[in-house]
């Protein structure tokens, strides 16, 4: 049954009476409605923080820049890869970013839907469908118009479609497939295993039980084929950018990066609250709405069952990937909303607008009200920075500069970075980090004297709020320390060699002598 069959059945077959069909319309509307708000509204955050080096480093890689030479960050070069493409498709062009990404979204949504009316019933598409649709465009976790968890859960999703279908046969088609889906969500993020992890518990289970080690061992080994095929030209890239034995140092800095994370007493709660998000609807359907239950004919399928299993661990490995990452932002949880949509759908009662409205009103107000917020801050901001417009008739073609956080603003202009390290973020990596990557930002810097370099006007304020804002540096206060050591030491440097030209914002443009 294709996806166009089972959404038209599941509206039109007993719809009701007219009063049912306008609650059915108004709730479809008011989800709908939620998650364009959640999303869409970053239309008016052009090129947010991580976004826009999001962008940046795609448009390194694809004009030919090297990953760990060219550009610096606590990614692997796969990411930049994945990005890279979508920076040839949309440019610069920030709403083409937000339009795509939401697209994607919406075809995981509808694959997830598609997926449990295939393998449970007509009865999971519309629960399944609403809740992905609020969940995976749940504004607080949405967090920017281009993420890499946006990309990441689209091909999770693909991967977990093919993964259920070969959990239902013995094809071994599917398997190879949901492989090199996986491989694909893995090059965003190393977590987008989880679905086939997943996929490989049920299946090694399944066969033990069986001992039935042959035809396990077929599965795996498609498995890793259909893996192996992204990988392969990973690391053909790595290869031909001749960046392979940069790999092991980059491991350890991401993994520095990782264990040297604080965790404080917020960190901790992260867990239970976003249980609690997921938890809260699955409670509702599932015992508050408990009257409203399937026969017994309806809810006891086998493939019902295995596709509830399969979700359930998947859901499971993905709460284990966010907490592995260790710093776990909030758009961390973003994909878990997938595998949450695939077990909220496939509990056995029957849909009625009025229950569904109350599992999932809390979060689709919630994220509503979020999305106000960008609109307060955000509706009447300009589309280009200030510092954009100063910089851009002042420099020429070929001309180099350097700013914290200055991706959107080398996007903006078109100039070049004077260094691999576009942003100081990654000097909170570990306590050594501050003095280490500044030592290399500082050599950078004198090797291309760049034009204009940018700092804060309020120079030892700005610094210290930076030290207080990031976790990481407030509580360790050697790293801290070493952070402000690490930027006086940038601006000795300019003073030495720069001059302050112009003020923009609470930015000061200081221009080489000379230039």
């Not at 509307?29 to 826009?52: E, K, Q, V």
């Amino acid at each position: 049954m294709n996806p166009i069959t089972v959404r038209t059945a599941v509206l039109l077959d007993n719809p009701g009476p007219p009063r049912l069909r306008l609650q059915w319309a108004l709730l479809i509307i008011f989800c709908a409605l939620a998650a364009a708000i959640g999303r869409l509204t970053y239309m008016l955050w052009p090129f947010d923080s991580d976004g826009a080096m999001y962008v940046y480093m795609g448009k390194i890689v694809s004009e030919g820049g090297r990953f760990c030479h060219d550009l610096c960050d606590n990614k692997f070069p796969s990411t930049a890869l994945v990005t890279g493409l979508f920076y040839r498709i949309c440019g610069i062009h920030w709403n083409a970013y937000v339009l795509v990404q939401s697209a994607m979204i919406v075809g995981g949504i509808l694959m997830l839907a598609h997926m449990a009316a295939k393998w449970a019933g007509r009865w999971a598409w519309m629960p399944t469908f609403l809740f992905a649709l609020v969940y995976l465009n749940f504004h607080p976790v949405v967090f920017g118009g281009f993420q890499l968890e946006a990309l990441q859960i689209f091909f999770a999703i693909l991967s977990a479609l093919y993964a259920a279908e070969a959990l239902m046969s013995d094809r071994q088609m599917p398997v190879f497939i949901a492989g090199m889906a996986a491989g694909l969500a893995a090059m965003c993020k190393p977590t987008g295993l989880a679905a086939i992890g997943a996929f490989g518990l049920l299946v090694t289970f399944k066969y033990a039980r069986q001992r039935a080690g042959r035809q396990w061992l077929m599965k795996m080994v498609c498995l890793a084929a259909g893996v192996a095929i992204p990988l392969s030209g990973v690391l053909a890239y790595l290869y031909a950018a001749d960046i392979l034995q940069d790999m092991p140092a980059l491991y350890r800095q991401i993994s520095r990066y990782a264990s040297n994370s604080q965790w404080g007493v917020i960190d901790v709660l992260k867990i239970p609250i976003a249980g609690m998000f997921i938890g809260f609807p699955l409670f509702v359907r599932a015992v508050i709405f408990r009257k409203d239950g399937l026969p017994v004919a309806d809810v006891q399928s086998r493939n019902r069952k295995l596709l509830l299993a399969f979700a359930i661990a998947w859901l499971l490995l993905e709460f284990i990937g966010v907490i592995a990452q260790r710093r776990m932002y909030a758009y961390h949880f973003l994909v878990i909303g997938a595998p949450a949509a695939l077990v909220f759908g496939l509990i056995p009662r029957r849909s009625r607008p009025i229950t569904l409205l109350a599992a999932l009103l809390p979060v689709a107000i919630l994220s509503m009200e979020g999305a106000a917020g960008v609109v307060e801050v955000q509706g009447y901001a300009p589309r280009r920075m200030a510092i954009s417009d100063y910089i851009q008739p002042r420099t020429r073609p070929g001309d180099t500069l350097w700013m914290d956080d200055e991706p959107r603003l080398l996007l903006e202009t078109g100039l070049k970075s004077a260094s691999r390290y576009p942003i100081t973020f990654t000097f909170a990596n570990y306590d050594e980090a501050p003095l280490e990557y500044s030592r290399g930002l500082l050599e950078d810097l004198a090797r291309a004297k760049p034009k204009y370099i940018m700092l804060p006007t309020d120079f030892d304020r700005s610094i210290y709020e930076r030290t207080q804002n990031i976790w990481e540096l407030k509580e360790v206060p050697k790293r801290a320390a070493n952070f402000i050591l690490a930027w006086n030491r940038i601006r000795d440097f300019v003073v030495e060699d720069y001059w302050p030209e112009g003020h923009v914002r609470d930015l000061t443009a200081w221009r080489r002598r000379g230039s």
